[in-house]
């Protein structure tokens, strides 16, 4: 989500350059970081407390579905306003 949506691509993981022609349509708020360390947040406390004694329990069904389509429901969110980004900076003579 970070690499793919919010970043467009710019930069990704294990990719020796940085795409700085996709920044035309990165746009990162304060909603942005915060939905990032929330959603983090959450998806840590599932894989990294408790250790093997007393693993973290898992979300039930219905939360884990719930995650998927809030997180599915930001992502749309983010894509359109990284095409409405795009147009704006390309009426102002930036990017391609």
Do not use: I, W
């Amino acid at each position: 989500m970070v690499e793919d949506v919010l970043l467009q691509s710019t930069v990704r993981r294990y990719r020796v350059s940085v795409e700085t022609t996709r920044l035309k349509s990165v746009s990162v708020d304060d909603g942005d970081a915060s939905a990032v360390y929330n959603g983090m947040t959450r998806c840590s406390k599932f894989t990294h407390e408790g250790g093997a004694e007393a693993p973290p329990a898992l979300p039930e069904p219905t939360e884990f579905a719930a995650d998927v389509e809030s997180l599915a429901t930001y992502a749309k969110k983010v894509e359109e306003r990284a095409k409405e980004t795009e147009t704006r900076r390309k009426q102002v003579g930036l990017g391609a």
